[in-house]
């Protein structure tokens, strides 16, 4: 039996059977199998690129991402910050062809395709990489985890209070890269018998980025809404476009001298799901309406922009429990957060996203009075000392350029360290030059 209050944070209701949620299963359990057929047939098939036996790739870093096209976002993310540091050899491990495909020709790193396990350990037994650096919880992780010579750190793909984004898979890692208290807190939270030493806070290096404005300057004011996707099961679903999401477009588009902004998550625009599908459609079809109305306002849909650039236009946002909203912490925290809920359950946001204390939430019991409140919101902003607060919470007191240096003086850190402890063991796997 769980302590008393153990599961109040993360734990959801259970959901009973019925037709809407067998149809759900029935959707994702076929896009599972797919996926699965569809990696078996490649792992097979798949011949390795970007490398020989014969002519081994050296790097200090290899960053390893399993996963196919619609997950690179959790990699291109990291990838400037690894381009931009020319002291360190950075090498991109990609396990799956339509993934490489994509990258090889987006990054200035050498990217290599590693189809099999085989092909995979052949490289790590030659190579001279220090760490390995992982930005999910890929299934295939766990195949390089087996190579003893390099510190294995996961850096996850955004700081974020979903619980998707605590893992026990964490206690595999030997260090785990975290923004600050908050993930500290949410991840001892989460994890039963979890060494929080292994957590080790380095801001949000990305964050550091120049990242051009995704918007011309405007002398309106700019609401963005950017909602996140479904995710893979329930207890991951924050999104808000189908409970709220023509409500709150039409809220916006109601607000004087507005530019009203829409940039969802790139998996809601592939969603299969039905409702999220139909709010996405109806939200598009809303804000073409409103753009042929008013050409002068710059309303727009925004699907490829950098939601970084996106930020730094933003005066007002409104979006999902994500990494977001928490991005936009970091960057803009005098501009107001519009928080939505979407199981209308305050305590439970506040306890599982201390965000909430420092936003102005909009559920199901208020969503119509949406329109109003922005108006009280533009001309009273009364969150703005609980922001600066929040913000200390999730990412220390991090100026600008100083999360980037962080995060390389702790990876170097554990590279060293790594090194060292390396050198004490008496078992170390070796493979001669000859073996194949």
Not at 41 to 46: A, I, P, S
Not at 314 to 338: H, K, N, Q
């Amino acid at each position: 039996m769980l302590p008393e209050g153990a599961h109040d944070l993360y734990d959801r209701p259970t959901v009973p059977a019925t037709p809407a949620t067998d149809s759900w299963l029935s959707r994702q359990g076929k896009r599972a199998a797919r996926s699965v057929a569809r990696r078996m047939r490649e792992f097979g098939q798949v011949e390795p690129e970007g490398f020989t036996l014969e002519d081994i790739p050296n790097a200090d870093i290899a960053l390893y991402f399993p996963d196919g096209p619609p997950k690179l976002y959790q990699l291109t993310q990291w990838l400037p910050v690894f381009e931009q540091n020319t002291s360190v050899r950075t090498l991109v491990i990609v396990r799956q062809v339509d993934a490489y495909n994509a990258l090889k020709s987006r990054t200035s790193l050498r990217v290599v395709l590693v189809p099999r396990y085989e092909n995979l350990m052949a490289l790590l037994d030659r190579a001279d990489f220090r760490a390995v650096v992982y930005v999910n919880n890929g299934w295939t992780n766990f195949q390089a985890l087996s190579f003893q010579r390099a510190v294995h750190i996961h850096v996850n793909h955004g700081e974020s209070d979903k619980i998707c984004m605590v893992s026990n898979q964490a206690k595999a890692y030997d260090k785990v890269f975290v923004a600050g208290q908050a993930a500290i807190d949410r991840h001892r939270a989460a994890i039963a018998w979890f060494d929080s030493s292994h957590l080790v806070r380095v801001g949000r290096p990305q964050l550091d980025l120049e990242v051009r404005p995704a918007l011309p300057e405007s002398t309106r004011t700019t609401y963005t809404y950017a909602p996140t996707w479904e995710g893979e099961d329930d207890a991951n679903n924050y999104s808000s476009v189908d409970r709220y999401g023509p409500q709150i477009i039409q809220a916006l588009l109601a607000q004087p001298n507005a530019r009203v902004v829409y940039k969802p998550h790139p998996r809601v625009i592939t969603s299969d799901d039905p409702g999220i599908r139909t709010g996405h459609q109806t939200i598009v079809r809303a804000m073409e309406a409103a753009a042929r109305a008013e050409p002068g306002a710059g309303h727009v849909v925004l699907v490829e922009a950098d939601m970084l650039g996106v930020i730094r236009s933003t005066d007002i946002l409104v979006a999902d429990v994500s990494s977001v909203t928490l991005d936009f912490l970091y960057l803009r925290p005098g501009a107001p957060i519009i928080l939505t809920d979407r199981r209308s359950d305050h305590d439970a946001l506040r306890a599982e996203s201390p965000l909430a204390e420092a936003a102005y939430v909009v559920d199901s019991t208020n969503i119509g009075d949406l329109a109003s409140e922005l108006s009280v919101v533009t001309t009273g902003d009364h969150q703005q000392q609980a922001r600066i607060t929040m913000r200390h919470h999730y990412f220390d007191d991090l100026a600008p350029g100083e999360s980037t240096e962080r995060f390389w003086t702790q990876m170097q850190r554990a590279m060293d360290e790594h090194d060292t402890a390396l050198r004490a063991l008496t078992r170390v796997r070796v493979v001669s030059e000859g073996t194949s």
